[in-house]
């Protein structure tokens, strides 16, 4: 069991450090580029858990909002 978690852990952290190496890359500045995104990348990945479980809670409360939210007017002036 621990094995699996751990490498869940590390398989998730090669992948989110892939993903901000790929957007690092990309929103680079041409201008005045950083010194080392590796650093930002690795520690992007090793906070995956808790990115993930704020996009879920993110989703959550936005799904939660569409559903309570009801199309009929509060106050309305029947003419």
């Known amino acids: 069991m621990i094995d699996l978690l751990l ?5 998730g952290w090669v992948v989110a450090s892939i993903l901000a190496a790929l ?3 990309r929103l680079r500045d ?9 650093l930002l990348c690795v520690v992007a990945g090793a906070a995956w858990p ?12 936005a799904l939660t909002a569409e559903v309570l939210h009801e ?3 509060l106050l309305s002036i029947d003419a």
Not at 30 to 38: I, L, T, Y
């Open 7 to 11: 490498y869940g852990y590390l398989g």
């Open 50 to 61: 808790i990115l993930l479980v704020a996009l879920i809670e993110a989703a959550v409360v």
């Open 30 to 38: 041409a201008h005045s580029p950083p010194p080392s995104p590796a």
């Open 71 to 73: 199309d009929e007017e």
């Open 23 to 25: 957007v690092a890359w």
